[in-house]
């Protein structure tokens, strides 16, 4: 429990995991950056108007004029997030058959990632979540065609799910491995319901019906991970052994310290081991915090209006020039297709020098061999 050797070799280790402060510092970077393109997108756009309808000069006056444009902060942009993450729910829901809970998980996991470096007013998660959710049944092999994928959908081509792929698998750094704390919440059940039959969690026994409070708690910590563990940051802030707990912990407080408490009691008695329990709760109580704090915007009609504010005030920042990936995807294809034929045009070229070179040589195989018997 003190140190997971395999998943601190894992990627999400490595790459995605942060702590509050790091975390904070790259959404502000990203907001910065994304801020300062779309508001020099805008001003290209409008010097494009100009060059149409008047001199190079008033060219050169609009690139330096300020932009009007208000443009989103980060609190609005992860609300915009977190609304892209729940479309992701409800496509995985209303799939036939439905997209199972830890496919669909992975798949909300990849928007949080890409939306790290990335920002909603440069790639509109409406132009995501789809890649994301196809892209996540294909990791997590839960096999589905492209044509059905896009036939339980409306108004969705099979280019508008593909066209984002290779941008997104960027943003992702080409690490589609999620870790996902539902299997630590099978097994601790199990174990949980052992350790009770053997009494070794106190008061809590068969005799006092812990099968059912076990189950119970069990049933409300899954929910929790499937909904507050996957909206909120859970993920980039602590382990996936760690979420589990935390669930159990909001839906039975006393049954998970228990269940630390003779876990932990099985290290020898030391300060270190001392200061490794105290951490390890501490932790797991923050991790419990964060997920009881989630609020469903389904449940609270003033978050439902904030997002209809955000989402307008989107439409007005959005960078002009990333509005439509399924077109910049076939144009950079068509000019990767152009740069491929004139690349074999030069080498073609460049041979055929080559060989008139060594034929005005005498051969194209070089000059005889000098005979060394002699």
Same mark, same amino acid.
């Given at each position: 429990?003190?140190?997971?050797?395999?998943?601190?070799?894992?990627?999400?280790?490595?790459?995605?995991?942060?702590?509050?402060?790091?975390?904070?510092?790259?959404?502000?970077?990203?907001?910065?950056?994304?801020?300062?393109?779309?508001?020099?997108?805008?001003?290209?756009?409008?010097?494009?108007?100009?060059?149409?309808?008047?001199?190079?000069?008033?060219?050169?006056?609009?690139?330096?004029?300020?932009?009007?444009?208000?443009?989103?902060?980060? @609190?609005?942009?992860?609300?915009?997030?977190?609304?892209?993450?729940? *479309?992701?729910?409800?496509?995985?829901?209303?799939?036939?058959?439905?997209?199972?809970?830890?496919?669909?998980?992975?798949?909300?996991?990849?928007?949080?990632?890409?939306?790290?470096?990335?920002?909603?007013?440069?790639?509109?998660?409406?132009?995501?979540?789809?890649?994301?959710?196809?892209?996540?049944?294909?990791?997590?092999?839960?096999?589905?065609?492209?044509?059905?994928?896009?036939?339980?959908?409306?108004?969705?081509?099979?280019?508008?799910? *593909?066209?984002?792929?290779?941008?997104?698998?960027?943003?992702?750094?080409?690490?589609?491995?999620?870790?996902?704390?539902?299997?630590?919440?099978?097994?601790?059940?199990?174990?949980?319901?052992?350790?009770?039959?053997?009494?070794?969690?106190?008061?809590?026994?068969?005799?006092?019906?812990?099968?059912?409070?076990?189950? #119970?708690?069990?049933?409300?910590?899954?929910?929790?991970?499937?909904?507050?563990?996957?909206?909120?940051?859970?993920?980039?802030?602590?382990?996936?052994?760690?979420?589990?707990?935390?669930?159990?912990?909001?839906?039975?407080?006393?049954?998970?310290?228990?269940?630390?408490? #003779?876990?932990?009691?099985?290290?020898?008695?030391?300060?270190?081991?001392?200061?490794?329990?105290?951490?390890?709760?501490?932790?797991?109580?923050?991790?419990?915090?964060?997920?009881?704090?989630?609020?469903?915007?389904? @449940?609270?009609?003033?978050?439902?209006?904030?997002?209809?504010?955000?989402? *307008?005030?989107?439409?007005?920042?959005?960078?002009?020039?990333?509005? @439509?990936?399924?077109?910049?995807?076939?144009?950079?294809?068509?000019?990767?297709?152009?740069?491929?034929?004139? @690349?074999?045009?030069?080498?073609?070229?460049?041979?055929?020098?080559?060989?008139?070179?060594?034929?005005?040589?005498?051969?194209?195989?070089?000059?005889?061999?000098?005979?060394?018997?002699?």
């Amino acid at each position: 429990m003190i140190e997971d050797d395999t998943y601190r070799a894992s990627s999400q280790y490595r790459l995605w995991s942060y702590t509050r402060q790091t975390l904070a510092q790259i959404r502000q970077t990203t907001n910065n950056l994304a801020s300062e393109r779309v508001k020099a997108a805008f001003r290209r756009v409008q010097a494009a108007k100009s060059t149409e309808n008047g001199s190079l000069s008033d060219r050169e006056n609009v690139d330096q004029a300020p932009v009007d444009v208000q443009t989103l902060t980060v @609190d609005e942009e992860l609300k915009i997030v977190e609304w892209g993450c729940s *479309k992701i729910q409800d496509m995985g829901e209303a799939m036939n058959p439905r997209i199972p809970s830890n496919v669909v998980a992975t798949a909300i996991q990849y928007l949080r990632r890409f939306y790290l470096t990335n920002s909603p007013m440069t790639y509109n998660p409406k132009q995501i979540i789809t890649c994301a959710l196809y892209l996540a049944t294909k990791a997590d092999h839960f096999y589905i065609s492209l044509s059905k994928f896009v036939a339980e959908l409306e108004d969705l081509t099979e280019d508008d799910v *593909k066209a984002p792929e290779f941008l997104l698998l960027q943003g992702l750094r080409f690490t589609l491995d999620v870790r996902h704390p539902m299997k630590g919440l099978a097994g601790g059940h199990i174990e949980m319901n052992v350790m009770a039959e053997e009494g070794r969690l106190g008061t809590i026994s068969t005799s006092t019906g812990s099968t059912k409070r076990i189950g #119970q708690a069990a049933d409300l910590a899954k929910k929790l991970l499937a909904t507050a563990a996957q909206m909120t940051d859970a993920y980039f802030l602590f382990t996936p052994s760690q979420i589990w707990l935390a669930a159990m912990m909001v839906a039975d407080r006393e049954l998970v310290e228990v269940y630390l408490q #003779q876990k932990l009691s099985q290290l020898p008695i030391n300060d270190a081991a001392t200061g490794w329990k105290e951490k390890l709760v501490s932790t797991i109580s923050a991790c419990a915090a964060l997920l009881e704090s989630y609020r469903s915007p389904e @449940d609270d009609s003033t978050q439902r209006k904030e997002i209809r504010r955000i989402g *307008k005030k989107l439409v007005i920042c959005q960078n002009p020039e990333k509005t @439509d990936i399924v077109a910049a995807t076939r144009a950079k294809a068509a000019e990767k297709r152009e740069g491929d034929g004139s @690349d074999a045009e030069k080498a073609l070229k460049k041979r055929k020098l080559e060989r008139e070179r060594l034929e005005g040589d005498g051969s194209v195989f070089g000059p005889d061999l000098r005979d060394i018997s002699t």
